[in-house]
């Protein structure tokens, strides 16, 4: 469960760059402001996916050379044998994937230790290359199985590389899980990659939700707090107070959260986004508002 207090601050910023942009929501590119307000969130995301990816496959090496000497091995075996041509053409598949998924791995980790700022996106890139051919190795491999099976005077070199595509086969399930990293919720070694996947999934329908919500009452929460400001007019508020202002008063009025969480979590707003001297202010606003 995303933490309200985090859909709290992204609504803000939201309800922020509204105004800020003559309050008109239909001339506002909400999917511009996400690319750019969750950045921080997205790398987080990629710097957890390739540190999960590279601990699923920290056991590649070893697999990836039995492997390769297991399946070079029943090639030479099967090389020059006509009614084995099929499965020579599978292997040779198998073994140009694999080596294929131990070097975008190699790129993966390269790219998780570069610190320039433009690596991010190659990274998420790498990322992919890595899930794509781990499902395509354990896809080859799962499919040839049951060719092997088929060339049983070639046993003594095809029963070695059974075993080794399994192992294989494996490794590459494990690393391909990590595509859907909520659907592992509950492993407590990926439990970094999940809170990261679950902000990046809910943080903006939930924050999107809220901000929009309160956007839609716009009219009527100016009229209340002309009444709450006594002998101060709200078009000297400070932007960032009025919105935090907004959100406190629909949270109280509207979805009717008790006045210390409204009052705690607009004093958080204001502590982060307007300044110490804020909140004092928003206190007295929000409890006016409580007591009439």
């Not at 198998?94 to 610190?115: G, H, N, P, T, V």
């Not at 004093?267 to 006016?288: E, R």
Request: aromatic share 6%; hydrophobic share 45%.
């Amino acid at each position: 469960m995303i933490n309200k207090s985090k859909v709290r601050q992204s609504a803000l910023n939201l309800i922020y760059a509204v105004e800020s942009n003559g309050g008109d929501l239909n001339s506002f590119d909400l999917n511009l402001f996400w690319r750019i307000s969750q950045e921080k969130e997205t790398d987080h995301y990629r710097q957890a996916l390739a540190k999960a990816l590279a601990h699923s496959a920290r056991a590649s090496a070893d697999s990836a050379r039995l492997l390769e000497t297991r399946l070079s091995a029943a090639l030479d075996a099967l090389r020059g044998d006509m009614t084995a041509s099929t499965l020579v053409a599978d292997i040779e598949r198998l073994q140009k994937r694999s080596a294929e998924f131990d070097a975008a791995l190699a790129a993966m980790r390269y790219c998780a230790k570069d610190k320039r700022q433009d690596t991010t996106d190659k990274l998420e890139l790498c990322c992919k290359d890595v899930i794509n051919l781990a499902i395509a190795v354990e896809g080859l491999g799962r499919d040839l199985l049951p060719v092997l099976a088929d060339f049983p005077a070639y046993a003594p070199v095809l029963t070695p590389v059974k075993s080794a595509i399994m192992r294989r086969g494996r490794l590459m399930a494990t690393v391909a899980a990590l595509g859907t990293p909520l659907m592992l919720e509950g492993q407590a070694e990926y439990a970094g990659l999940v809170r990261c996947a679950q902000v990046l999934q809910e943080l903006r329908p939930a924050a999107e939700s809220l901000a929009l919500a309160v956007l839609a009452e716009k009219s009527r929460l100016e009229e209340r707090l002309t009444t709450l400001l006594q002998n101060y007019s709200t078009a000297r508020l400070d932007v960032v107070d009025k919105c935090i202002l907004y959100i406190a008063l629909y949270e109280l009025e509207v979805n009717k959260l008790d006045t210390p969480i409204v009052v705690s979590e607009a004093n958080a707003l204001a502590d982060a986004y307007s300044g110490g001297k804020s909140a004092p202010f928003i206190h007295g606003i929000i409890s006016a508002a409580a007591k009439s």
